[in-house]
């Protein structure tokens, strides 16, 4: 079954911290996986895109990693600032289809 | 447009009372996507048009949701006779060509539909 999880659900941590969200996929075939931040109140906002032939893509303070090997990504985000506070969902398309399957999100909480 | 834009942005209705949500995607855009989003889950798969042509109606709920894109632009979701269960936020997303994977879909910064 094609399926996304994401943990933790939920994060706090402190303004200046690091963090790192975690994506595990079963999709197959795979093409691509995206991460999206979704401020509350707003609609998605793709981060990045990471293909199968990619293993960091960095985006500022936002890097996020593929290990197509494993079916595992996830999303560092460094030096967080207040603005980071939102969800962070993976998404990962229908293979053949135009479809995205969605996580449930990772909701971050940036604390001054 | 700058981005996709939808209205209202909330809305509430009582139940039976039908709504219309709104969708103007960005300009040229050829691919729409309207989803459904409960509280603190991911977005699910509505429907699907390129252009004015409904290609894929399968996560509609039930026959009391409709959508139409009749000009291949502006796009309208009409949910009839509304239930306590339809309360979510309502997305919708454009993509600028036909849907396939690799296009990134904008979207729109929701309606968040309220069912008393």
């Known amino acids: 079954k094609n399926q996304v999880e994401q943990s933790p659900q939920s994060l706090i941590i402190l303004e200046g911290k690091n963090c790192t969200l975690q994506?595990?996929?079963?999709?197959?075939?795979?093409?691509?996986l995206r991460w999206y931040k979704q401020d509350t109140g707003r609609g998605p906002v793709s981060l990045t895109i990471?293909?199968?032939?990619?293993n960091t893509k960095s985006n500022g303070r936002y890097t996020a990693t593929l290990d197509a090997d494993t079916k595992q990504s996830s999303l560092h985000i460094t030096a967080s600032q207040l603005s980071d506070s939102a969800s962070y969902i993976c998404v990962v398309p229908r293979p053949g289809t135009y479809k995205y399957i969605f996580g449930t999100g990772t909701r971050l909480k940036v604390l001054a | 447009g700058a981005g996709v834009s939808q209205s209202p942005r909330y809305k509430v209705a009582k139940r039976g009372q039908d709504v219309a949500l709104r969708c103007d995607p960005i300009?040229?855009?050829?691919?729409l996507f309207w989803y459904q989003q409960a509280l603190g889950q991911g977005p699910e798969f509505l429907t699907y048009f390129q252009n004015e042509a409904q290609l894929d109606k399968s996560g509609l709920p039930s026959d009391r949701f409709f959508a139409e894109r009749p000009e291949g632009s502006v796009s309208t979701l009409k949910i009839q006779r509304t239930q306590q269960e339809d309360s979510a936020v309502y997305l919708c997303?454009?993509?600028?060509?036909?849907?396939?994977?690799?296009?990134?879909?904008?979207f729109g910064p929701g309606t968040r539909l309220t069912v008393l």
């Open positions: 994506c595990n996929y079963t999709v197959s075939p795979f093409s691509n």
């Open positions: 300009s040229g855009h050829v691919s």
């Open positions: 997303a454009s993509s600028l060509h036909q849907g396939i994977s690799y296009n990134e879909q904008f």
């Open positions: 990471m293909t199968f032939s990619e």
